[in-house]
């Protein structure tokens, strides 16, 4: 989850430093697919995207099951479509928080993965990252960590826009947060010459409030939005993890590089 507001957020203003925080012994995820474990240090005192949330070991578990059989899980038709580009395939996970997600991918996809969130939070991913060296070393993965603050353009141009898939988990929490995450995925799937004709957002997302509801109506203004899957409710939610696809309409990447040429030809 990430919890984006400005260099901080409003949960994580008056942390302490990392350093001081409380340390709960480090959580390991089975990845059945390769018989191995991925470890994950959390810092809760440190705030919300230091922690583990549900919708990230949902989307950890489709990768998985993916990896076993690439036929038959909810993410098969979009990983699948990526076996045709140069390998290894490129992505970015926005609002990182732990890693985990970014992790599991470039391990069982033998991906190039760049995991992203405010600056505050990248300490605790490259912690993570490094911890897991020896079973991304033996899959095949590669982990990235940088700094990307959402609705900041110039972040996006830091980092590029050469990537094949952008996924994340639990980052619709916070509703002033929902224009500066929608303008980044704006950037990364709709605009610039380097935004390539089918390039997808997945997205796992655990409805808390009813004002979710505003970031999927803006949201299929711009986008195509699917349903991949649903997990169950457990632990007396009335509602499960659902995973999300998110794909540009046509109409909106026509308007874009319409904008895009007006603003060249006047500068």
Known sequence: ????????????????????????????????????????????????????WPAATTFLTLLDDHRR?????????T????????????????GSGTGLVG????????????VTDLPHVVPNLLFNVEANAAVLAAN????????????????????GREFDLIVASDVVYHDHLYEPLLKTLRLLILGGEEAEEGRVFVMAHLRRWKKDSAFFKKARKLFEVEVLHVDPPCHGSRVGVTVYRFAGKNSSKKLL?????????IA
Request: glycine letters at 8%; aromatic letters at 2%; one cysteine or more.
């Open 1 to 52: 989850m990430a919890a984006q507001q400005g260099d901080g957020s409003e949960d994580d203003a008056t942390l302490s430093p990392v350093n001081a925080a409380i340390l709960l012994p480090p959580t390991e995820h089975c990845l059945h697919s390769i018989n191995s474990t991925v470890f994950i240090r959390q810092l809760p005192s440190q705030g919300l995207s230091f922690q583990l």
């Open 69 to 77: 059989n690439p036929s038959t899980g909810p993410l098969g038709p």
């Open 257 to 265: 590089k319409a904008n895009n040429a007006n603003a060249n030809a």
């Open 103 to 114: 992790i599991a991918a470039a391990v069982t996809l033998g991906a190039s993965v760049t």
């Open 140 to 159: 095949g993965g590669v982990v990235h960590v940088a700094a990307l603050r959402w609705g900041e353009a110039e972040d996006v141009e830091v980092i």
């Open 79 to 94: 990983l699948t479509a990526l076996d045709s580009r140069r390998p290894p395939i490129k992505i970015l996970e926005l």
